[in-house]
C-alpha cells in the first residue's frame, strides 16, 4: 500500500509569508503526527492529530497550527515566517496514535525562508 | 520530555560489528526506538523495546536496560548502505509524541 504522502517536497519563501504543507497517511491510519527537523535541533514534535482532534502539541508557538480532515488527511500552516523556520517538516502516521506503535515518516517538506 | 543522549558520528568497516549507544531518563519511561535515516529520506523504523535484554531482527539487534537507562543497536555485517543517521527516540510520559535523541550518523568505509 502506499506510504505517508507529503506535498510539496520543496518550499521556498520569504519571512513574514506563510505556507502550508501537506500530508496524506497511510490508508487506514488515524494519526498523525508532525516533527520539525534542524541540524542543531534534531527532530522536535510539533503536534498529533486524531480524528480530526488534536490531541497533544509540542513546545512550538502559536504561528504553528494544524489540522486534520475526516478522510485523516492533514495540514500544518506557519504563519509570519522567520528565518529560524527554516527546516524539514515531517510527517508520520500510526494506526491509533498509542505510545508502542511504529511510526511511518513521509519524506518531508524542506521549507527554506529567505 | 525525556532527555536522550547518544554519540554525534561514528565510523565502521564494511563487514564489521559497530554498536551505538543511547542513555535516557529512567523516570516515566514508555519504551525505546530506534530509526534509520538515510541522507534526504524518512526515517523508517527498526525496532521498539520495552523490557529488558535483547531483540534480534537479522543483522540488527536493540537492547534495553530499564534499570540504567541504556539502549544499544548493534549492527552486524555491515554494508555500505548501512552508512545513515540512527534515532534513539521514547515517548513523553502522558502524551503522544516522541522525544528524539539528536541523532548517531555512522559513516561506512570499505
Known amino acids: 500500500k502506499a506510504g505517508v504522502t507529503q506535498t510539496p517536497r520543496y518550499l521556498i519563501k520569504t519571512r513574514g509569508q506563510q505556507v502550508t504543507l501537506s500530508c496524506s497517511p497511510i490508508?487506514?491510519?488515524?494519526?498523525v503526527s508532525w516533527y520539525q527537523q534542524t541540524p542543531g535541533q534534531g527532530l522536535q514534535f510539533l503536534f498529533e492529530y486524531f480524528s480530526e482532534t488534536q490531541r497533544n502539541k509540542g513546545n512550538f508557538p502559536g504561528r504553528f497550527s494544524g489540522r486534520q480532515f475526516s478522510n485523516s488527511r492533514s495540514e500544518m500552516n506557519v504563519s509570519t515566517l522567520e528565518l529560524g523556520d527554516s527546516a524539514l517538516y515531517l510527517c508520520?502516521?500510526?494506526?491509533?496514535?498509542?505510545?508502542?506503535?511504529?511510526?511511518?515518516f513521509g519524506s518531508g517538506t524542506q521549507l527554506s525562508v529567505l | 520530555g525525556q532527555n536522550i543522549d547518544q554519540p554525534t558520528e561514528m565510523t565502521a568497516t564494511e563487514g564489521a560489528i559497530v554498536q551505538i549507544n543511547c542513555t535516557y531518563q529512567?523516570?516515566?519511561?514508555?519504551?525505546l526506538f530506534w530509526y534509520q535515516q538515510h541522507a534526504g529520506e524518512a526515517p523508517t523504523f527498526l525496532s521498539y523495546?520495552?523490557?529488558?535484554g535483547l531483540e534480534e531482527k537479522g543483522r540488527f539487534s536493540s537492547f534495553l536496560s530499564r534499570s540504567k537507562g541504556y539502549s544499544y543497536l548493534l549492527l552486524k555485517e555491515l554494508q555500505m548502505k548501512d552508512s545513515a543517521s540512527y534515532l534513539c527516540?521514547?515517548?513523553?510520559?502522558?502524551?503522544?509524541?516522541?522525544?528524539f535523541g539528536s541523532g548517531t550518523r555512522l559513516q561506512v568505509q570499505p
Open positions: 523495546n520495552v523490557l529488558d
Open positions: 529512567t523516570s516515566g519511561f514508555n519504551g
Open positions: 527516540a521514547s515517548p513523553d510520559t502522558g502524551r503522544r509524541a516522541l522525544t
Open positions: 490508508s487506514g491510519h488515524r494519526s
Open positions: 508520520a502516521s500510526s494506526l491509533a496514535g498509542t505510545v508502542d506503535e511504529k511510526l511511518f
